[in-house]
């Protein structure tokens, strides 16, 4: 056990990419013990990828680049304007309304976060935002995007934890209508502190201005529904689900908003092309390292140590919850979903906790992982699209990142607010 940490550790130091520190480290592993033969790391490499529920996940990137080259994207973002226009920090807020529209397209908070900085970043230094504030809120909110159908975070936690993917969409849906809640407290409160952008009088909304902006974005706000809805009626399974989105955006962005065209379709197809790269090479190289760490024990070692210290449900989550959020530090959350998720899902159920419920907590968390400094991703990509130290971003973000640990210790305690839309569908 301590020598694959120490490979672990040691590769994560040396800044390796996150796919070669779990596969080499697992190789590692493999080649200084006696008594498990090296072809059992080859055949995990293999089999790790030949899921046919994971499908999902490759097709969800697609469809995700689609709208966002279609004009879907652009309608979203007028009605988060619309919507805003007469709040504090309106600019600001655009970006908590977005990525909760969004959430439904994309489902990847990188890519939410690093869009919104393009579009908003330079409009929000031209009225005097500071880069920090601005980053901050760009990509803190974007994190609203690991529970609003469809999560990438859910269906990988999903496919590795063998939990029903279509009762975990449905249980995104409240806690993400809630960080939005919580995001746009949080943005008001501290746009109003540094008075930034005070609203202008003449921002009054009108009925009809909201009526005509929600009925040019319905094909987009109808995709998380009909997605829970198709699950829901068997039309098609969670894995049948990503090609379905494929072929909605396909036909909404050609047929309905007429703004895809072959250009746009190869430059969506080329950026799907890298991120699957990226994300497949991981869940690859992360089936020698589950293997080893189960091999050494140590899910039961981790196991006791956390019985151990208490066994009260609640207390056992926020534990868990503390150990996400410091490996998240250090760790991409796709490789905390692949490699915790067998580790602390049979703690879960075993504590009586709703795999489901803990697994919008998990998605969530983890997440957030990839917003938090040494080494979040999409810290560094917000970052640098606007040229902003990370000291400024980190300062700003604070206020947010507390905002979002409030509201995931209030879902701890309250799983009903989880749990209430999923079993009111599917059943208890």
Same mark, same amino acid.
């Not at 080649?31 to 059992?40: A, G, R, V």
């Not at 007028?78 to 959430?103: C, D, E, F, K």
């Given at each position: 056990?301590?020598?694959?940490?120490?490979?672990?550790?040691?590769?994560?130091?040396?800044?390796?990419?996150?796919?070669?520190?779990?596969?080499?480290?697992?190789?590692?592993?493999?080649?200084?013990?006696?008594?498990?033969?090296?072809?059992?790391?080859?055949?995990?490499?293999?089999?790790?990828?030949?899921?046919?529920?994971?499908?999902?996940?490759?097709?969800?990137?697609?469809?995700?680049?689609?709208?966002?080259?279609?004009?879907?994207?652009?309608?979203?973002?007028?009605?988060?304007?619309?919507?805003?226009?007469?709040?504090?920090?309106?600019?600001?807020?655009?970006?908590?309304?977005?990525?909760?529209?969004?959430?439904?397209?994309?489902?990847?908070?990188?890519?939410?976060?690093?869009?919104?900085?393009?579009?908003?970043?330079?409009?929000?230094?031209?009225?005097?935002?500071?880069?920090?504030?601005?980053?901050?809120?760009?990509?803190?909110?974007?994190?609203?995007?690991?529970?609003? =159908?469809?999560? %990438?975070?859910?269906? @990988?936690?999903?496919? $590795?934890?063998?939990? /029903?993917?279509?009762?975990? !969409? *449905?249980?995104?849906?409240?806690?993400?209508?809630?960080?939005?809640?919580?995001?746009?407290?949080?943005?008001?409160?501290?746009?109003?502190?540094?008075?930034?952008?005070?609203?202008?009088?003449?921002?009054?909304?009108?009925?009809?201005?909201?009526?005509?902006?929600?009925?040019?974005?319905?094909?987009?706000?109808?995709? =998380?529904?009909? %997605?829970?809805?198709? @699950?829901?009626?068997? $039309?098609?399974?969670? /894995?049948?689900?990503?090609? !379905? *989105?494929?072929?909605?955006?396909?036909?909404?962005?050609?047929?309905?908003?007429?703004?895809?065209?072959?250009?746009?379709?190869?430059?969506?197809?080329?950026?799907?092309?890298?991120?699957?790269?990226?994300?497949?090479?991981?869940?690859?190289?992360?089936?020698?390292?589950?293997?080893?760490?189960?091999?050494?024990?140590? =899910?039961?070692? %981790?196991?006791?140590? @956390?019985?151990?210290?208490?066994?009260?449900?609640?207390?056992?989550?926020?534990?868990?919850?503390?150990?996400?959020?410091?490996?998240?530090?250090?760790?991409?959350?796709?490789?905390?979903?692949?490699?915790?998720?067998?580790?602390?899902?049979?703690?879960?159920?075993?504590?009586?906790?709703?795999?489901?419920?803990?697994?919008?907590?998990?998605?969530?968390?983890?997440?957030?992982?990839?917003?938090?400094? =040494?080494?979040?991703?999409?810290?560094?990509?917000?970052?640098?699209?606007?040229?902003?130290?990370?000291?400024?971003?980190?300062?700003?973000?604070?206020?947010?990142?507390?905002?979002?640990?409030?509201?995931?210790?209030?879902?701890?305690?309250?799983?009903?607010?989880?749990?209430?839309?999923?079993?009111?569908?599917?059943?208890?």
């Amino acid at each position: 056990m301590a020598f694959l940490l120490c490979c672990f550790i040691l590769f994560l130091v040396m800044g390796m990419p996150i796919a070669f520190v779990i596969g080499i480290s697992a190789l590692a592993y493999f080649f200084s013990t006696q008594y498990l033969p090296f072809e059992i790391a080859t055949q995990m490499v293999v089999s790790q990828s030949q899921s046919f529920a994971f499908l999902a996940v490759p097709f969800f990137i697609f469809a995700g680049n689609l709208m966002n080259v279609s004009g879907i994207t652009d309608r979203l973002l007028r009605l988060a304007r619309l919507l805003t226009r007469g709040m504090y920090g309106g600019t600001a807020q655009i970006s908590v309304v977005m990525s909760t529209l969004m959430g439904g397209v994309s489902g990847s908070a990188t890519a939410d976060a690093a869009m919104e900085t393009r579009i908003l970043g330079p409009e929000m230094i031209r009225i005097g935002y500071k880069k920090g504030y601005i980053c901050a809120v760009n990509c803190v909110t974007a994190l609203i995007t690991a529970t609003i =159908p469809p999560s %990438l975070g859910l269906i @990988i936690f999903g496919f $590795v934890g063998e939990v /029903s993917i279509g009762r975990l !969409f *449905a249980a995104g849906i409240i806690p993400g209508i809630l960080m939005m809640v919580v995001l746009m407290a949080t943005t008001s409160i501290t746009s109003r502190y540094y008075k930034y952008d005070p609203p202008s009088v003449k921002a009054k909304l009108s009925f009809k201005e909201v009526i005509d902006e929600l009925i040019e974005c319905v094909w987009a706000l109808l995709f =998380p529904i009909l %997605l829970i809805v198709g @699950i829901r009626m068997g $039309v098609f399974t969670p /894995s049948e689900s990503g090609a !379905f *989105a494929v072929v909605y955006a396909l036909i909404v962005g050609k047929f309905i908003y007429k703004e895809l065209n072959w250009k746009n379709f190869k430059e969506a197809l080329m950026t799907t092309v890298k991120d699957n790269g990226a994300i497949m090479l991981i869940i690859a190289m992360s089936g020698p390292f589950s293997f080893a760490i189960t091999w050494v024990k140590l =899910p039961i070692a %981790l196991s006791s140590l @956390i019985f151990g210290i208490t066994s009260n449900p609640q207390a056992l989550v926020l534990i868990m919850l503390g150990f996400l959020f410091i490996t998240g530090m250090f760790v991409d959350s796709n490789v905390n979903f692949l490699l915790l998720t067998p580790i602390f899902l049979p703690m879960v159920k075993s504590a009586g906790i709703d795999p489901v419920h803990f697994g919008v907590l998990m998605a969530t968390i983890c997440t957030l992982g990839v917003m938090t400094p =040494p080494i979040g991703s999409a810290l560094y990509t917000v970052c640098g699209i606007i040229d902003c130290p990370p000291e400024e971003y980190t300062k700003a973000s604070l206020p947010f990142m507390l905002a979002v640990l409030l509201e995931l210790a209030v879902l701890v305690f309250l799983p009903d607010l989880v749990l209430f839309i999923p079993n009111l569908i599917f059943g208890k």
